[in-house]
């Protein structure tokens, strides 16, 4: 999670734009839009997505893997929950 009110606040800003892309797409399904508008707007949310992982995820890097994180012990369970969140991701 954010580690800051300023980051908490971007990413909450992030997801509300995708949600309002999400109800745009069902909007566009209901009306039976073109297929191209269609699938421009899947492409738009996943790229929403990708960019709102790519922001959390490196801020968890920052925070717990960064110079100034905990016990080297630590650092591998975090890496190792880094590691199987991108696995999970990439799926």
């Given at each position: 999670?954010?580690?800051?009110?300023?980051?908490?606040?971007?990413?909450?800003?992030?997801v509300?734009?995708?949600?309002?892309?999400?109800?745009?797409?069902?909007?566009?399904?209901?009306?039976q839009?073109?297929?191209?508008?269609?699938?421009?707007?899947?492409?738009?949310?996943?790229?929403?997505?990708?960019?709102?992982?790519?922001?959390?995820?490196?801020?968890?890097i920052?925070?717990?893997?960064?110079?100034?994180?905990?016990?080297?012990?630590?650092?591998?369970?975090?890496?190792?929950?880094?590691?199987?969140l991108?696995?999970?991701?990439?799926?």
């Amino acid at each position: 999670m954010p580690h800051t009110v300023r980051d908490r606040k971007r990413i909450l800003a992030r997801v509300r734009r995708i949600r309002g892309q999400a109800e745009a797409l069902e909007r566009a399904l209901e009306q039976q839009a073109e297929c191209s508008a269609v699938l421009q707007q899947i492409a738009a949310i996943r790229g929403a997505v990708n960019g709102l992982m790519t922001e959390v995820l490196e801020g968890h890097i920052r925070d717990h893997l960064g110079p100034e994180a905990v016990s080297a012990k630590q650092r591998e369970a975090d890496l190792a929950q880094v590691l199987g969140l991108i696995r999970s991701y990439l799926k």
